[in-house]
């Protein structure tokens, strides 16, 4: 299926990638689309194997009429907790485009408010609309690109696999070499039946 605009030319989607992982950082991208743009294989990013992603990365960022990109740390997540901290990477991402966008489409059914510009969330927006879509390609490949190099420096954890989503293996190794400054110490990082 063809993705398509939500309302107008100069909106902006946005989506987050690593919401669900124990380490490392969320991740938002913004971006706005022309009006001509077109691409048959571009939908959520969850959808898409590693190899289209990478593929449409380059696309996306040369064919935008502009995009951002914003990483909230994990200790920001910690303090202000993985909704606030999405919804940050969100206005961060917003905030860096170059042009200001005329409406906001949001991914998912939380959003604050911001620069007075109107928004829209939509559950499943990333299979539904363009932008959406777009954004959560570059959100997840600008995240794993970020993953990769925390992987040069902690290869334990096998972050350029996991990603630091909570795999067996990742939790096998928060249990025998223990949690890094990139860890979320609010989330659970270990089941009870592995502490």
Same mark, same amino acid.
């Given at each position: 299926m063809l993705l398509k605009y939500y309302q107008n030319t100069n909106e902006t989607g946005t989506d987050e990638a690593?919401?669900? !992982?124990?380490?490392? +950082? *969320?991740?938002?991208?913004?971006?706005?689309?022309?009006?001509?743009f077109e691409n048959a294989i571009l939908t959520d990013s969850k959808l898409l /194997? =590693?190899?289209?992603?990478?593929l449409l990365e380059p696309l996306l960022k040369d064919e935008s009429? !502009?995009?951002?990109?914003a990483h909230i740390? +994990?200790?920001v997540i910690d303090e202000i907790n993985i909704l606030n901290?999405?919804?940050?990477?969100?206005?961060?991402?917003?905030? /860096?485009?170059?042009q200001i966008p005329k409406y906001i489409i949001v991914d998912g059914n939380r959003f604050k408010p911001l620069n007075d510009i109107p928004y829209s969330c939509i559950v499943k927006g990333d299979?539904?609309? #363009?932008?959406?879509?777009?954004?959560? *390609? #570059?959100?997840?490949?600008?995240?794993?690109?970020?993953?990769?190099?925390?992987? =040069? =420096?902690?290869p334990?954890?096998?972050?350029?696999?996991?990603?630091g989503y909570p795999t067996k293996e990742h939790r096998a190794a928060i249990r025998k070499?223990?949690?890094?400054?990139?860890?979320?110490?609010?989330?659970? #990082?270990?089941?009870?039946n592995l502490l």
């Open positions: 690593g919401r669900g !992982c124990l380490a490392g +950082p *969320v991740t938002a991208a913004a971006i706005i689309l022309p009006e001509s /194997s =590693e190899h289209k992603r990478d009429i !502009c995009f951002g990109i740390q +994990p200790n901290a999405s919804i940050l990477a969100m206005h961060n991402a917003i905030d /860096s485009l170059s299979s539904k609309y #363009l932008s959406i879509a777009a954004a959560s *390609v #570059l959100a997840k490949t600008a995240r794993d690109a970020y993953m990769l190099q925390l992987h =040069e =420096e902690y334990m954890y096998n972050w350029k696999k996991n990603k070499y223990g949690p890094t400054k990139h860890h979320r110490m609010s989330f659970k #990082l270990l089941p009870d």
